[in-house]
């Protein structure tokens, strides 16, 4: 079938479950980052394969709203479908329900695979479309589902435990202080649905999703007990006795038996993560008191522990080696020629590959060539990436998984001589880096304002990024996490523990692009402290060479030049001891002091 | 009778009205920054004279909540009066709905005087109250109104016309622009309570209140009819003909059964902006459809027009020659003798009001010496100010209303030789206030972002100061204005037009206090501006000279010396044809290039 075909097939379905339209979101049940290809249901029935995407379709017209990053390929990859390319952010582009209403009469309905929804987003949905009189219809199972042939089987790695030799903290003291805020908040019980959450509590992980190593499976905390959803063939014995005492462990599907019993018990007050729990949690449960509110395993994975900061910054030294490696490669093989986008990022994950305990990428490379490295998701594609010549810059941003942490790291690089402009940029770039590792910031403090030192010495000269200047990091988990961040939304003041991306760019459309990213901790700085005031500031746990031949000195202060010569000491210091002569050669050069 | 006896009578009275607690904020009718004396009630009552406190009164004991900054003095002023302190912001001190839940028991009521309370205020203490048990009554008269023997009466200065040449926008228009924001969200009447709401608005201004010259009135606007609510003894014929056509002139107590009569129309819909109106307002429009949000005129009235922008420019050079005067006086005078915080703030309005067009100052002025100058809000009493000596710093804080615009600036001084502790810490309060003032940002920033420029040099060295960097200010109004702001808090974006404080500081307390003021305009920052983007910057008003013996221009940017430099040049440029040979010479002096 195409696109159209299918657009019919799911119309047809609509009439028997009597909906006038259906929402296919791109998403899973447990609202993940990275979908398992078993729930690419958008991407299966409107051909379009970008990350972001949603698709209403009503019984004349249809509507894929995406945004900026997702104009060109969207209108490519819908072409002959009959599904409109609706451009997020553009005046007069409708909002889902602003287009549903306008499809709707009063009285009709929009169906939903209550299992794909979060309990926000069905909120929203609500909201919206009962000032038209028009009903939101949650039921399973997935119309779009129901007609794809061949819809791949789940991944099932066995589920695996990740030791406390490198999360620090053992399944019972987790539980513990899960059970301590429900009880403080009245909850009787937790529904957790957020893969990360599962994978944090239970010290559990795998590999049934890309980059990131989460167990598909649902917990349920009570006062007494723990509970783990998951497909029986995922579960081995190792696992079973592992988690013996902790948690029992059942079938995926039997969730539904236990809220629909737990909902019944009495005085039962649920705790509802709203944000990453599908609708069909809550519509289980209904009868219950909710407690809707962050899961407190938000906040509590979010601040690392000494074991977990050692881990990850023992990931980095490793992933530092691949890094130099890399770039020492690279000075060579790019003037040889015949290297491309994808050959490069090729080169790197065999690099990375080498390191001790490196288990796959955190997420899909951005390899971005001259005009390439402009694009902020730039994602290359084997028939159409650029070759690399020694000239022009080069970005990668890329990271890997270890079991003691997750990295990701941005490199820019010139391949040949750069230019004036290329050189004022970068080093205005690495000002707002060293900037906003280095200025000591109060306990207090908000990412949406530390984040401001990254931006500085770009807007002194009117030059922004349009991109937030952080995001937190999961260990051997999601390479993006909640809820702290340096971006201007509203999240919760940095605290010490937290580990941040720092990655301001710099972006000239057909040109050329720069970012610097490394993670850092929030530490104590101890100088500044006093009885009444805690001071932070970021330890950098990236380690790898920043391109000096891009950096104007003249323009930087004397504490940010000092900032740096230090920093690629301490590159030189902890990556040199597990390098070869010749590596170690390459890098004493590619550290030294400006 | 003493604070004691007034308690005791006030308790007499609340049986009367059969209300078990009574409250007495700092307010009046309009939620005025600074309080007629007339509307004083809680001073009277409790003998504590600082500008924030409020009291709840119950029948066994009584409170006054207020901040740090009046521990000390309230400490001592509520002595004998039976009226305990509540600290606020100390753990353990209760909150006003607690401490009364903790005094009345379910079923009783707290007492509250409808036409001091806002209805913002209002709604927290029956939200607050309700899950007590406790009601809340709203009633006229003031029980502490009704005991205070010899309450002095208002002022009526006679209320005059701000002419067009100085506002720069006709009265006509400005009702326009009033009723085209009515019509968009469906209002057919607005009641303006806040006083530069109505001044703004009908182009009227008065001498009610100490520095600040509005003109006590409330405004009712509909589709068809403007009327202001005044007291007639303030209106003399001049302003009658004036308004004539443009707003009709009531007595300033028809208004409540004006708005009985508006309730009563059918399909009637009042916009109120709940921070400034109050509580009566609402009860009396009992029956009427409420439209609650900010007022239209707050979000006009903070963007000045080409006029006004002019006139804060010339009363700005005006107030620059009283700064030039003064601080050459201060020179000669301090070594001279004789000198006090008191007489050296007197001189300083002597000087202002020699000043053409000159009308009163525009707030209490902060004249600090010494450990004086930590005190943020230090208000020097004559029985207890300090000698001002050759040595150390001095702080001085002071504005002036003038018809064309309200000035608001800060200079420290050293009056003898500077140690290196206070060159460092003035040195990065001026980099703070450059910073602020000269990087461009993007349209859409935020106060609460922008305002991080200002405090990276003193986080640089782990230091911060515990107030925000500025505030809007009014054209001849008051000296704080919203809705925008340079503070940790959620304001809306700077646009151009509006005009800010750039205040940072540093306070040593016991040693000295160190801050740098002046107002600046947003302004379009052409050089930077795209067909996509628009950047801007401040454009500072505010002409004095920096006292240069207290920077050390080792410690900042190319960029930072160059501005001080320029402003410099400016300063004197800008007012030395309005000095004569001594002071041009002082100020050529005082400006010369770092």
New interface residues.
Partial sequence: MNAREKVSALRKLMKKHKVDAYYVPSADPHMSEYLPECWKHRAWLSGFTGSAGEVVIGMKKAGLWTDGRYFLQGSMELKGSGIDLMRMGEPGTPSKVQWVASQLKKGQSLGVDASVISVTAAREFDAGLAGYGIKVKYFTPNLVGELWDGRPDPVLAPMVNHPVTFCGETVKSKLTKVRAAMKDTGATAHVIAGLDQVAWLLNVRSRDIAFTPVVTAYVVVTSRAATIYVDPRKVNKGITKTLKGKATIKGYDSIWNDLEKLAKAKKTCVWIDESCTNRRVVDTLKGADFHFAPSPITALKAVKNAVQIEGFAEAHRRDGVAMVKFLKWLEKAVPAGGQTEITASDRLAEFRAEGKGFQDLSFSTISGYAANGAIIHYSAVEESCAKLKPQGLYLIDSGGQYPEGTTDITRTVALGQPNRRQIECFTRVLMGTI?CTM????AGTTG???E??AR?AL????E?YAHGTGHGVGQYLGVHEGPHSLK?IVTPPLVEGNILSVEPGHYEAGKFGIRIEHLAFVVR?E??CTAD?T?YTFHPVTLAPIDTSLVDKKLM?G?QIGWLNSYHKRVFKELSPRLDKAHKSWLKKATKAI
Same sequence: chains 1, 2.
Wanted: charged share 35%.
């Fill in positions: 900037d200025i000591p910031f109060p949406q304002r530390q401001m030192f500085r807007w002194a000269i009117g922004d201007n700085d100088k500044h005031k001071w202060t504490d």
